[in-house]
């Protein structure tokens, strides 16, 4: 079992940044893909970035590839998504996933475990 606490959301303007943060407990021996999804209103959740354990292999979505980084750092079980250059349309809960193997899955049922979200509001 593994639990994932987000922080870092809130409100910024058109252009701003900002920094989330996902902390793992729980399975921390085994070695597991990590990712963040988001979720507008009426909208699907999406895939927005994934991240092997080794760091070395991520992956994004084309709607935020070259704005968002995601970084994770094994020694503090955590994982980090930078966002820059950010837009009204990225406006959404994102949640951070891990899964059950070192495969990164740009469906979000195929992830096991969720955080509880954190919101980014984006202003024009």
């Known amino acids: 079992q593994v639990q994932l606490v987000e922080s870092g959301g809130g409100l910024v303007q058109a252009g701003g940044s900002l920094r989330l943060s996902c902390a793992a407990s729980g399975r921390t021996s085994s070695r597991y893909a990590m990712g963040w999804f988001r979720q507008a209103p009426g909208k699907e959740r999406e895939f927005v970035a994934g991240?092997?354990?080794?760091?070395?292999?991520?992956y994004y979505a084309d709607s935020v590839r070259g704005r968002f980084t995601i970084s994770r750092d094994n020694a503090k079980n955590t994982v980090y998504l930078q966002m820059n250059s950010l837009k009204p349309e990225d406006t959404a809960v994102y949640s951070c996933?891990?899964?059950?193997?070192?495969?990164?899955?740009?469906?979000?049922?195929?992830?096991?475990?969720w955080g509880q979200g954190t919101q980014v509001t984006v202003s024009s």
């Open positions: 996933a891990a899964a059950r193997a070192d495969e990164v899955a740009g469906i979000w049922r195929s992830w096991a475990y």
């Open positions: 991240i092997r354990w080794s760091g070395g292999n991520t």
